[in-house]
């Protein structure tokens, strides 16, 4: 067999190898077709070139490519270039402190040896797209990292944090985890000083420390469902129930989570909780989404609909 040949073998492997948790030698056999003793010297060529190719023997046993020292060249097929490709392109826009310039470096690396027909494909989806968002907060990359740690080892944490009064204060906390809106970044943790479960927006903690300090996990509410209630209804002066005439799902689509939370109800209505400082602005904005709706509380809401009513009615006059 030649060296080429045998080249184009090895990085098939290569490719191979990650698709799975484990390979029998039987089955890299089969996909490569080739021998069982092919493969072995195959894995041992990898190793040779500092892949980490991890073996283990009896049932269930096999072949894995476990974590090295270095990153080794990822092999992509057609569909896995072309999503990782807009991804990198996407990412440069993202909300992550110099993620954007390490994106658009690795796009590069990419864009450069992507075959002719796949960065067509690309370009085409890039040209093509459009992102519509409002302006998003950049959160520093190493802040992200210091917090996942502490969620993933259960340690606690110090900071120092900007509430809303703008009064920073030392802030100690046993964090759970990141929930990200697109726009915003935010920490569900329970705040040992306060002894509660509290929101954090990660753009107003300064001086992130882990502790030593480990923790035992408590029994928390859902990270999402706690974070997107604190975000759209607990900062505002009047929190409003409304029962709307459509199905839980088309509410959602035009009331993102951070603006309102929708709950199922009967009979093809829903509910939509929505949080505000004016009535008269709540009022409008669940009158633009324009579905049949009826306020269940506050009672104030009505009023203020009424009103807002008035003055359109003139404005139409």
């Known amino acids: 067999m030649t060296v080429e040949a045998t080249t184009e073998r090895v990085l098939r492997l290569l490719a191979l190898l990650p698709r799975r948790p484990s390979w029998t030698a039987a089955e890299l056999a ?10 072995r010297r195959d894995v041992e060529r990898l190793r040779a070139l500092g ?52 994106a658009l470096r690795a796009f590069s690396k990419l864009d450069q040896v992507l075959p002719a027909r796949l960065r067509a494909e690309v370009r085409a989806v890039h040209d093509a797209t459009d992102t519509l968002a409002g302006p998003a907060v950049e959160i520093d990359a190493e802040l992200l990292v210091t917090l996942a740690r502490a969620c993933r080892d259960a340690v606690r944490v ?4 900007a509430g809303r009064d703008g009064e920073p204060g030392e802030r100690t906390a046993e964090p759970v985890r990141m929930v990200t ?18 929101t954090f927006r990660l753009d107003r903690m300064r001086e992130v420390v882990t502790t030593t300090w480990r923790f035992r996990a408590r029994e928390h509410p859902d990270p999402v469902g706690y974070v997107q209630r604190s975000v759209a209804e607990a900062p505002y002066r009047y929190l409003a129930r409304v029962r709307v005439h459509a199905p839980p799902e088309r509410v959602r689509e ?64």
């Open 181 to 198: 809106t697109g726009r915003r970044w935010y920490l569900m943790a329970w705040d040992v000083d306060r002894a509660g479960w509290r």
């Open 51 to 102: 892949y980490p190719v991890h073996a283990t023997s009896g049932v269930g046993g096999g072949y894995r490519l476990g974590a090295g020292t270095r990153l080794p060249p990822l092999l992509l097929d057609d569909e896995e270039a072309i999503a990782t490709a807009v991804s990198l392109r996407l990412a440069a826009g993202g909300t992550i402190a110099g993620a954007g310039e390490a």
């Open 30 to 39: 089969a996909e490569l077709r080739v021998t069982d003793r092919s493969v």
């Open 254 to 317: 035009v009331v993102p989570p951070q603006v309102g939370r929708v709950e199922d109800d009967r009979d093809g209505w829903c509910v939509l909780v929505v949080g505000g400082d004016d009535l008269t602005w709540l009022a409008a904005q669940v009158a633009r989404l324009g579905f049949e709706a009826r306020v269940l509380e506050p009672a104030e809401l009505r009023a203020a609909a009424a009103r807002l009513a008035r003055r359109l009615d003139t404005l139409a006059g």
């Open 158 to 161: 110090r900071f120092r944090y």
